[in-house]
């Protein structure tokens, strides 16, 4: 297939790239390296099967050629307030890719008679009530907290990519990603894995915001693009979103003695005051009962070795 891809140069996008290209399909991507960067694609510029064009999905987008799948993956993605890359700081351009960027993927999916694969999010449950977060929980989010822009902005890009299969017949999949860690994200992006691997592997305290408690379920990259890439082949009504992410939950004060256990060394840890506000979900943890129905996928990579394989692509780029 040709496929058109936003956000190809960013930490999943980049790696889901690869696996295009792997599959035998040829990738168009778009990115405006505004989180992304090119080290990421470096090694696929060349390639006859692959096209970079740095552009601003929520811009109009020009193609060229026709399409038999458009994914967009294209956002801000970190929380973190301090960093220049979290979507605290990107306020307008994370909503602007969220809405106007979907709105506009989806355009040339329909004008293509293309599949639409949209990349959401954990955040559309925001701090949630219910536990495990399942397909049909509606979410608890503030729509004015610091967050507001990444999880509205994804709530309102699963509506429209509903609204384009039901209006439209269009052949859309929505995949709900949960917390992934891996090789080539960003050192400096201010979440807590590459926060911790960073710390490790210089000898500083690893920061725990707050108590330590509130917990997460950390999907390793390769898991991920397995379970992406099954969506996006699967036949049938897939239509619904699909929680993608690993069911295995931890508490932050848990990784931080993981990481410790996998860099080798004796760690310190550090309390700092709870840095993201009242909006930091407390739990999070996917039902991942409707992915290993309909796409026959769970995870397989444990969080050691994730880490010990992310730890190992960190030392080479610290
Ligand atoms: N966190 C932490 N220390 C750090 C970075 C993050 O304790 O150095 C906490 C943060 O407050 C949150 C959790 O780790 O509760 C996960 O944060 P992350 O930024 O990785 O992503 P999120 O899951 O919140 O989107």
């Not at 090789?183 to 400096?188: H, I, S, V, Y």
Request: glycine share 8%; proline share 6%.
């Amino acid at each position: 297939m040709r496929i058109l891809l936003t956000g190809g140069a960013g930490f999943i996008g980049s790696h889901f790239s690869d696996r295009l290209l792997a599959e035998g399909h040829q990738v168009v991507v778009y990115d405006n390296l505004l989180t992304g960067s090119l080290d990421n694609i470096a090694h696929l510029l060349d390639r006859r099967d692959f096209t970079f064009i740095e552009h601003d999905v929520s811009e109009s987008i020009p193609v060229e050629g026709q399409f038999k799948a458009v994914l967009h993956f294209a956002s801000p993605a970190s929380p973190n307030p301090n960093s220049p890359f979290g979507y605290p700081q990107l306020p307008i351009q994370t909503l602007k890719v969220g809405a106007m960027g979907t709105f506009n993927t989806l355009r040339i999916a329909r004008a293509h008679e293309a599949r639409f694969l949209l990349t959401s999010t954990s955040e559309v449950y925001g701090d949630p009530l219910e536990h495990p977060q399942r397909e049909d929980y509606w979410g608890n989010v503030d729509p004015v907290g610091l967050r507001s822009v990444y999880d509205e902005a994804k709530r309102f890009a699963e509506a429209i990519t509903m609204a384009h299969h039901r209006k439209h017949d269009l052949d859309t999949r929505i995949a709900r990603i949960f917390n992934t860690y891996g090789p080539r994200m960003r050192l400096d992006d201010g979440r807590v894995v590459p926060n911790f691997l960073c710390q490790a592997l210089t000898n500083q305290p690893l920061t725990i915001y707050g108590d330590g408690s509130q917990t997460r379920s950390f999907c390793f990259i390769d898991d991920m693009v397995e379970g992406l890439y099954r969506l996006l082949m699967a036949e049938g009504d897939v239509h619904l979103p699909v929680n993608i992410g690993n069911p295995v939950e931890v508490s932050i004060a848990a990784l931080a003695e993981i990481v410790g256990q996998v860099s080798g060394q004796a760690i310190q840890t550090q309390t700092l005051p709870d840095q993201r506000g009242p909006s930091d979900p407390q739990r999070r943890r996917p039902d991942i009962s409707r992915a290993k129905a309909w796409l026959d996928w769970e995870p397989k990579v444990t969080l050691e070795t994730g880490l010990r394989l992310t730890m190992d692509d960190f030392k080479a780029r610290l």
